[in-house]
């Protein structure tokens, strides 16, 4: 199945052929926008409503090196020391010098970025963990919110942008596809499914880029949003491009606990300006709440001397560790000393969700846990955006630029959106368009609908659950090999699906899903020591040396 010989698409004329960006958040958008001010036609598909993804939930901000008491030194040095020696010091160097850039660029397209009359560029600059000052511009705590509705208003404004909500890339279109296994291989378009129309329609591109978001989903908790499947990452390999660096899966220590509100951030900013972690008071933690402390002791600073504002995956790793001790379901965290006029005007949303929950932030503390929050690895590119097959690029959190190493630094994804975003733009026009030959259209003659969905969504709630089971904030070499195996019979039953049956959105993110999840497993296994994100309790010290985990593909024949 799908994709056959026959019948040959017509060849489109070389000057109207679109690129063909997939995903609809800042850093597909970012690439759209350049590309579309140079006069080049683009395509931009979302597999759901073009306000889903990663980027509309982002709430602390976006890190811009702006300050007189900053430099792109002491940001590289927080990149390299959040990323616990695996950060390629030229790409932090590379997006540290291009954040103020970034940020005029984000304010000339209309960023209501929260202003401040005495700061940099007339912005007010907030704090996260990790960060030596004060260096993160944002959008009171919807940060995301403010930059996607002024992205997708220039993008829906602009002659040269067609915007296509609901539709989902499957494939990359190849040389495999062409018959032409032989020769070298390159990307000539994708294959994507109209969702409504329940087609899948053959997109011939000057140029794909995947701009497609991370695989928050493969875990039970995670913060992100249903896009994040890891379709992109999954089509690079499939299309035998390398990936790296999956072990690091970036868990955010202080996600909302509450049964209903399963992903809602409490954010990092929040820790910045002064928020603590405390250990459930009384209950099961068997800690009496004090005068001084009544909602319980603070514990971070027993891990870390920068206690709450240490790296994530210290803060992360601490959360698990005393909620395992305690026997306690959540943490606190309290923010009550704040006060309600200083957490209404700068945490206005999550002030408000709260509230709507029953939990007022000003008096009482917030019940949080850590969840599956970044995806650090990806399809590996270079500093424009290129990934292994030409005609085919990366941006976002999809790839892997070398900039988050082992664990990210808050804020510093926004950026690389950005920075790589424009870059990515300049490459694609700067390559010379070549001959396009024609492509094969997509054939479900040999397969028909799915009599039952029973057998994705309980292979998704599964995946879901082994992987964060076994393959979560602290991992042992034997829960690793249990979740492969489990993933390689999961994997068995869902190509089959492929196979024989005509393609959905579920059946598609699952696939990808069990793609994604395999990866990590398998980039975990490979990594015999303990390093940022990754802990095995095999391998509890650092290695004096280390690399980043790089996976290629081993060649598959076939028409898939
Ligand atoms: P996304 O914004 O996730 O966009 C992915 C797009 O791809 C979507 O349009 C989706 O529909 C589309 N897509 C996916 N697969 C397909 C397919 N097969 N076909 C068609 N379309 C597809 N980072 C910071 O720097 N600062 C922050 O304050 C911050 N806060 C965050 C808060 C939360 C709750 C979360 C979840 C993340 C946060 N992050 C933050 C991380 C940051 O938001 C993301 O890394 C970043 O927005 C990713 O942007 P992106 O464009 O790569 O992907
Ligand atoms: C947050 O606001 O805590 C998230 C910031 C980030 O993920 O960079």
């Not at 019948?7 to 004329?13: A, F, G, K, L």
């Not at 304010?107 to 007339?122: C, R």
């Not at 404004?157 to 539709?167: G, I, M, N, Q, S």
Request: charged share 20%.
């Amino acid at each position: 199945m799908h994709p056959a010989g026959d019948p040959m698409q017509e060849q489109t004329s070389e000057a109207a052929a679109p690129v063909v960006v997939i995903g609809a958040g800042l850093a597909g958008l970012t690439v759209a926008l350049h590309l579309a001010a140079q006069g080049q036609p683009v395509i931009v598909l979302a597999k759901r409503s073009l306000g889903e993804g990663a980027t509309a939930w982002a709430q602390g901000g976006i890190v811009g090196v702006l300050g007189s008491d900053d430099s792109v030194e002491s940001h590289v040095r927080d990149t390299q020391d959040a990323g616990a020696g695996l950060v390629d010091e030229h790409t932090a160097r590379f997006i540290a010098e291009h954040s103020p850039e970034a940020i005029e660029w984000l304010v000339a397209q209309g960023v209501p970025f929260s202003p401040d009359p005495q700061g940099p560029l007339g912005l007010h600059l907030t704090r996260e963990g990790g960060h030596a000052v004060r260096r993160i511009a944002h959008a009171a705590d919807a940060t995301g919110r403010a930059i996607h509705n002024a992205l997708l208003a220039r993008a829906s404004a602009h002659p040269l942008v067609t915007l296509k909500a609901r539709w989902m890339a499957v494939d990359l279109i190849t040389e495999r596809h062409l018959k032409r296994a032989d020769a070298p291989p390159s990307c000539h378009g994708v294959y994507a499914l109209d969702i409504d129309a329940q087609r899948v329609e053959t997109l011939p591109a000057r140029a794909v880029v995947l701009a497609t978001g991370g695989v928050g989903k493969t875990y039970r908790y995670t913060t992100n949003p249903d896009t994040a499947t890891g379709d992109g990452i999954a089509m690079a390999w499939r299309a035998g491009c390398r990936v790296a660096n999956m072990e690091f899966i970036q868990f955010h220590p202080t996600c909302l606990y509450h049964p209903q509100e399963r992903s809602f951030l409490i954010t990092e900013a929040l820790r910045g300006e002064g928020a603590v972690l405390r250990l459930p008071a009384n209950g099961s933690a068997g800690r009496e709440a004090t005068a001084e402390e009544p909602w319980g002791p603070r514990f971070m600073a027993d891990h870390d001397p920068r206690a709450e504002l240490a790296p994530r995956d210290i803060v992360a790793r601490a959360i698990d560790f005393e909620m395992k001790k305690h026997g306690v379901d959540h943490v606190w965290l309290d923010a009550t000393h704040l006060g309600e006029a200083f957490l209404k005007e700068h945490f206005p949303t999550i002030h408000a969700r709260c509230l709507q929950l029953g939990i007022d932030i000003a008096r009482q503390p917030i019940p949080v846990v850590p969840a599956a929050h970044y995806t650090c690895g990806g399809v590996v590119t270079d500093l424009a955006g290129r990934a292994d097959l030409p005609g085919l690029y990366a941006v976002g959190e999809a790839t892997y630029t070398g900039l988050h190493g082992a664990n990210r630094l808050a804020s510093n994804s926004l950026l690389e959106c950005v920075v790589i975003g424009r870059t990515c733009a300049a490459s694609i026009l700067d390559t010379p368009a070549t001959e396009r030959p024609a492509l094969p259209a997509w054939d479900e003659s040999l397969v028909e609908s799915a009599d039952e969905q029973v057998v994705i969504s309980h292979n998704w709630d599964e995946l879901r659950l082994l992987m964060w089971n076994y393959v979560g904030i602290v991992r042992t070499t034997k829960r690793l090999e249990r979740a492969l195996h489990r993933i390689e019979l999961l994997r068995g039953e869902i190509d089959e699906y492929y196979a024989n049956f005509r393609v959905t959105r579920d059946l598609l993110e699952l696939r990808n899903l069990v793609e994604c999840a395999e990866l990590i497993v398998r980039s975990a296994l490979v990594r015999h020591e303990s390093r940022g994100l990754h802990f095995s309790r095999d391998f509890p010290h650092t290695l004096p040396v280390s690399f980043p985990t790089v996976l290629t593909r081993p060649a598959r024949s076939g028409a898939r």
